[in-house]
């Protein structure tokens, strides 16, 4: 019978009925999909020395609304990117607006995001 409250000791060391090794993984390229600030992703940026001679992170703040249009402005699926303008030269920013396709009411989305 297995022990359901196994000691730290017993678990480190007795290989539980639910057991299943791990996958060796073996390739020439390898994708890492956790996230920039991921356990993985900062070992390897230590490992490897990744974060040398790079940019910083920056971090942007944004607002977004939701406005019900006249269908005869809406174009569901039409989608606008726009960078820079009003902001100046030096700054990052951009704005966006979505055309969504969901139910009969036609609603688009506007954003504006800067750094």
Same mark, same amino acid.
């Given at each position: 019978? %297995?022990?359901? /409250? ?10 539980? +009925?639910? /057991? +299943? ?5 073996? +390739?020439?390229?390898? #994708?890492? !999909? ?5 356990? #993985?992703?900062?070992? =390897? ?15 942007? =703040? !944004?607002?977004?609304? =939701?406005?019900?249009?006249e269908?005869?402005k809406?174009?569901? !699926?039409? %989608?606008?990117?726009? %960078?820079?303008?009003? @902001?100046?030269?030096?700054?990052? +920013?951009?704005?966006?607006? $979505?055309? #969504? ?5 036609? =609603?688009? @989305? %506007?954003? $504006?995001?800067?750094?």
């Amino acid at each position: 019978m %297995i022990d359901p /409250f196994p000691s730290p000791q017993q678990r480190l060391f007795v290989l539980q +009925a639910g /057991f +299943a090794r791990g996958m060796e993984l073996h +390739a020439r390229l390898t #994708l890492f !999909g956790e996230g920039c600030h991921g356990s #993985l992703t900062k070992s =390897l940026f230590h490992q490897f020395n990744l974060r040398h001679s790079c940019q910083p992170q920056t971090y942007g =703040l !944004g607002l977004k609304e =939701l406005w019900e249009v006249e269908p005869a402005k809406h174009f569901p !699926g039409h %989608i606008e990117h726009t %960078i820079g303008w009003p @902001a100046p030269n030096d700054m990052y +920013a951009g704005s966006f607006t $979505y055309h #969504l396709k969901e139910g009969d009411t036609p =609603l688009v @989305a %506007i954003g $504006y995001v800067v750094s």
